[in-house]
């Protein structure tokens, strides 16, 4: 998508020991304004992850096609910060989130009565990763949209493994969330039966694992994209929880 030749390899970490011109440290404090920290990073991923959930998926149902245009909008956006030394690493993160939603425009918009069809679209992103894997190009990117997938994969085992693929299919003929009452009430009562509250302790552990497990002790970018994917999916599927509930 984007051409790595006019531009040199994204520097993920760069070193508090580095020299200036002529052979001076420079400061910490002035690397820490050139870039980002990991939490910055962490933190705008754990914000990203949540545009496709509560943007683009109420969008797509009114104007599907208006939320796949917009998928153009963030690739310029993200090639136009990713041709600045000062904002590439912004560039990248967010080249990242246009995969996300590019998926997402695509699912919400047209196949979300379907949820077996939720992942194969969600994964459409997967080619691109793997080209930028051999191309070294927006490894950020590239972990947050690894990080995105993983969350939604794990999420979507839960709906599998609790039986809730039938109440899934009757929510999404309705054109608003409360006229969805009963589904809901009959996926809610799964959810709460010991099978579901089993399932969802089991899945939410692996997730939180496996996020805290990839910045254990890591400072670099990629890590802290990926993990901040990852974490904030056990906050956008209890918001989802705690919405279904109120419709009790």
């Known amino acids: 998508m984007f051409p790595t030749s006019c531009s040199p390899p994204l ?5 508090l020991a580095s020299q200036g011109p002529v052979g001076r440290e420079i400061p910490r404090s002035s690397l820490r304004r050139r870039f980002p920290s990991h939490h910055a990073i962490g933190g705008a991923a754990a914000v990203l ?10 969008l797509v149902r ?4 208006l939320s796949l245009a917009m998928t153009l909008g963030w690739l310029g956006l993200s090639w136009r910060l990713y041709s ?16 996300t939603w590019l998926a997402g425009s695509f699912y919400w918009g047209w ?7 939720h992942m194969p679209v969600e994964a459409l992103g997967i080619p691109m990763v793997w080209w930028g894997a051999r191309q070294r190009f927006a490894r950020i990117g590239t972990w947050f949209y690894l ?3 993983w969350g939604t994969a794990v999420t979507d085992l839960y709906i599998y493994s609790v039986g809730l693929l039938p109440e899934w299919r009757q929510a999404m003929r309705f054109e608003r969330l409360d006229q969805a009452t009963v589904p809901f009430m009959a996926a809610l009562d799964k959810m709460a039966a010991p099978w579901g509250v089993a399932w969802g302790i089991g899945l ?7 996020g805290l497990w990839v910045i254990q002790g890591s400072r670099r970018l990629h890590h802290w994209a990926f993990a901040g994917a990852v974490l904030n999916t056990l906050l956008v599927d209890g918001l989802f ?3 279904a509930a109120l419709l009790r």
């Open 11 to 15: 520097q993920e970490e760069p070193s």
């Open 49 to 58: 992850v949540c545009l496709p959930v509560f943007v683009a998926a109420p």
């Open 62 to 65: 009114y104007s599907p096609w």
């Open 84 to 99: 600045r030394p000062r904002t590439r690493i912004w560039g990248d993160l967010l080249y990242g989130f246009t995969l």
């Open 111 to 117: 196949l979300r009565w379907e949820p077996l069809w």
């Open 147 to 149: 990080g995105s997938l």
């Open 204 to 210: 939410s552990l692996l997730l939180l694992g496996v």
């Open 241 to 243: 929880l705690w919405g």
